[in-house]
């Protein structure tokens, strides 16, 4: 997927500019505080975006005025247009400066698709990259030199500086694709990197994530809005299972194309029939074992025993193994697995929830077999389909 920046100078289409100046002095970062007394931090290395406040607003216009002052002037365009630059830097004090060239997102996505056929960001389930320049020549990034890249997307911009290199250091990264996907994906899903880090344990406490089947839907990006103000919650969650219920019936013929799923159809099978019949006692006590059931059956001939800790790491090293990128959420998956179905329950306590071990051993009310979490542990199980 390309994402192509253009501007337009005198009806002519300007797709890229490149240029080449020695810096007087040698660079050592950005201070990161204010000082009266010279006494300061110096940020050598750092990821910042408009949720920064005033220091990103500081640091882009003090990077502009360095390195993109004189181009401006020469080529009479103001640096308002610019809509990415990389600026590298090797320790004679060559800059070398790019403007708005291509960028590559590797993704992957929920369906197949043609040559020159729009993606959305709904079609997104993973964001694997990002990539520099023309696919055919693509930017690199010696690892002795100091970087700055900055990029925007929609109304968010990100700036990422790292000086070590020019202090001795070695910049710690040989693939600067993966780290700028990483970084990329921060602006494209707010509402993963920054909203739900921020209200984790206010979403997992009514038992959601951000699944693969539902993020870059509007009705996720509203339901944690609705969390975060607690305001019509209920509302939001009911839009929710509305959008999913669309395409509930459309799991078993994806989950059949990978033999862990194939091998336990059956049981996926009922459960959805179960749910779609309303019969959520039913779904959530077929398909509650099976989340931990397919990690251990992942290879038949090579069986994995092990204890539910075990077998959460496990379900990490396979999504590892198979490339999981950075809208998968690895860890915080494991969390919520943690939190949702192996917690522990205490009767004393009061009734429990529905867990793993709460309904193998009988103690759960019926009122919590709900259509919302029978849902939750269908999505939870099309998460563990996508890590394997």
Aim: include cysteine; hydrophobic fraction near 35%; proline fraction near 4%.
């Amino acid at each position: 997927m390309i994402l192509e920046p253009q501007f337009i100078r005198d009806g002519e289409i300007i797709l890229e500019y490149s240029h080449s100046f020695k810096l007087t002095e040698k660079l050592a970062g950005f201070a990161l505080e204010p000082s009266k007394d010279g006494k300061v931090k110096v940020g050598q290395k750092g990821y910042l975006t408009d949720y920064d406040g005033e220091l990103f607003f500081t640091v882009l216009q003090e990077s502009s005025k360095i390195f993109l002052s004189d181009w401006s002037v020469n080529h009479k365009l103001p640096t308002s247009i610019i809509s990415n630059y990389l600026i590298i830097i090797d320790s004679d004090n060559n800059c070398n400066v790019k403007i708005n060239f291509p960028l590559t997102i590797d993704v992957c996505l929920n369906r197949g698709c043609k040559a020159g056929e729009p993606i959305y960001k709904s079609d997104i389930i993973d964001i694997r990259g990002l990539r520099l320049g023309n696919p055919d020549e693509p930017i690199t990034i010696p690892d002795n030199c100091a970087v700055i890249f900055f990029f925007t997307h929609n109304w968010l911009r990100g700036l990422y500086y790292d000086f070590l290199p020019l202090v001795g250091k070695k910049s710690g990264f040989s693939d600067y694709g993966s780290l700028f996907g990483y970084l990329f994906s921060i602006l494209s899903h707010p509402e993963l990197f920054k909203d739900y880090s921020l209200y984790s344990e206010q979403i997992m406490a009514r038992g959601w994530f951000p699944f693969i089947h539902i993020i870059g839907k509007d009705v996720f990006k509203n339901l944690i809005e609705s969390i975060k103000q607690e305001i019509y919650i209920d509302e939001a969650e009911l839009e929710v299972i509305k959008v999913c219920d669309q395409s509930i019936e459309e799991m078993i013929p994806k989950w059949i194309k990978k033999e862990p799923f194939l091998n336990k159809i059956d049981f996926f099978r009922s459960g959805i029939d179960s749910y779609v019949n309303g019969d959520y006692i039913a779904s959530i006590h077929t398909l509650l074992p099976q989340i931990e059931g397919v990690i251990h059956l992942y290879d038949e001939k090579n069986p994995f025993s092990g204890s539910i800790p075990k077998c959460r790491e496990k379900l990490l090293e396979l999504a590892n193994e198979k490339g999981a990128g950075f809208l998968f959420l690895k860890e915080e998956f494991d969390n919520y697995l943690k939190t949702q179905y192996y917690e522990n329950f205490d009767l004393t306590q009061g009734s429990p929830e529905l867990t793993r071990h709460s309904t193998s051993h009988g103690v759960v009310s019926s009122s919590e077999f709900s259509k919302k979490r029978a849902l939750q542990i269908i999505l939870t199980i099309d998460q563990i389909y996508n890590y394997l």
